[in-house]
């Protein structure tokens, strides 16, 4: 753990000029105050006051003092900064004036969660599968129409510069102390993936936060656009975030969702906590797919979950959550939920996937059977049988309302806000008249 005095040397080491501290609002959007480092002294100490009033979702003009105070753990360097203008970051907890949590801090409500699993026994962890496509800028400029960087698909090799410049993504979250653990190309022309190393949950989520920002900034140096909307367009498929979950040992790290007696290779524990996050499965999709474009993407691109169901195998990838094959590496046994995209705010997606497994363990729920086969192409009985996610903002934050479990873990002012936000946005795409509706209405009606 980095004392106030080792991080201050770490910055003189560095040279670095300016410290950029993050934090960010409910939707996930980062937020950034820059000052000198000269300063920082200062700001350990006493941390920085800014106006949270403007901040969405966080404070009346009344009570809008808002307090950054930054998390020494999280100090990087960037890389990509000239020496005279050299930037390291902190990611900051938010603080009221007189120095208590701020309870509409995304970060803050995440830890509160972690803490209820430590208070149990669990360590929680997760492994991101980040997902986005590289467009190209046009000759002067302007993105649209969409111009994916290269033509390959799935596991291509690409051509030369995509895979120079995948390379130089990954090797600059090396950098900046993000541990890559595989890249590829995706499905779609212009669109990578890039799997995160397993770490505690929060790391993750605040390394999700400074991958987004760095593989844009890295992008941006190659004249390229780098996009984690779900579903840029309709010809290409949806980018999502898979994320890899197990809960260890606080005493011993042991991952206690394995079991090498049991079918699929899941103890009890790991059995209740996939049912809980399938009894709650409804409402924290309003959370992991957050906006309108998130619904583009689920049940109708290709692979993206459909079903609330649960499997080992998953060839039309309907299923929600997957159980990865572990044979002889039970201690890499995980679950695999594939609802998530890399639109959603890391905490909150990771804080409402740990209450939802933490429910079903308290309450002991039920598994329900596995669906192996696809249920794609089925009989429609078999449909009817199997409960699916939410078709819409609107159907998922719905969802979301009636869920006592989710409203709690997000607690009263962070859910009564991002509901707010979100049926706002919901209202503004629904008054938009679109080309499709003009193309297909303005001279037939």
């Known amino acids: 753990m980095r004392t106030r005095e080792s ?75 000239a020496p005279e203008e050299r930037t390291a970051r902190l990611i900051c907890h938010i603080m009221t004036p007189d120095g208590a949590p701020f309870i509409g801090d995304p970060r803050t409500m995440l830890q509160r969660q972690l803490d209820e699993a430590y208070a149990l026994g669990y360590r929680f962890k997760t492994g991101m599968e980040l997902e986005f496509f590289l467009f190209r800028a046009g000759p002067d400029g302007p993105l649209m129409p969409l111009q994916p960087f290269d033509e390959a698909g799935y596991f291509d090799l690409s051509n030369d510069l995509a895979h120079s410049v995948r390379r130089r993504l990954m090797t600059t979250l090396e950098s900046l102390g993000i541990r890559v653990d595989s890249s590829h190309h995706e499905i779609g022309s212009g669109q990578h993936e890039i799997d995160l190393e397993y770490r505690d949950a929060l790391t993750m989520a605040d390394q999700i936060l400074t991958a987004r920002a760095a593989l844009r900034s890295v992008a941006s140096r190659h004249n390229l656009f780098c996009t984690f909307m779900p579903r840029p367009s309709a010809s290409l498929p949806g980018s999502g975030m898979h994320t890899h979950q197990s809960l260890h040992d606080v005493a011993t790290d042991t991952n206690l969702f394995a079991d090498v007696t049991h079918e699929y290779g899941l103890s009890e524990t790991a059995r209740h906590f996939l049912a809980g996050q399938l009894a709650h499965a409804r409402a924290i999709t309003a959370i992991l797919a957050p906006l309108v474009n998130s619904y583009k993407r689920l049940a109708t691109s290709f692979e993206a979950p459909r079903f609330v169901s649960w499997a080992h195998v998953n060839r039309a990838g309907a299923a929600m959550i997957r159980v990865p094959h572990v044979a002889g590496h039970e201690e890499h046994t995980r679950l695999e939920i594939r609802c998530p995209d890399p639109s959603s705010n890391p905490y909150l997606a990771t804080a409402v996937m740990l209450a939802a ?36 903002l609107d159907e998922a934050l719905a969802a979301l309302e009636q869920d006592d479990v989710i409203l709690e873990a997000l607690g009263p002012y962070i859910s009564d806000r991002y509901l707010a936000a979100k049926r706002q946005e919901l209202e503004s795409y629904n008054s938009q008249v679109t080309a499709w509706e003009l193309e297909r209405y303005l001279a037939r009606y």
């Open 7 to 81: 991080l201050l040397a770490e910055l003189d080491a560095h040279k670095v000029v300016f410290v950029a501290l993050w934090f960010t609002d409910i939707t996930g959007i980062v937020k950034s105050v820059t000052v000198p480092a000269h300063r920082m002294a200062h700001v350990l100490e006493h941390g920085l006051h800014f106006d949270g009033s403007s901040i969405e979702g966080f404070a009346r003009v009344a009570e809008s003092d808002m307090l950054l105070v930054p998390d020494s753990s999280t100090l990087v360097v960037f890389p990509w900064d």
């Open 357 to 392: 497994g933490l429910d079903g363990i308290r309450s002991q729920t039920p598994l329900p059977e596995a669906h192996e086969e696809t249920l794609i192409g089925k009989e429609r009985a078999r449909h009817r049988q199997a409960e699916t996610l939410p078709s819409s």
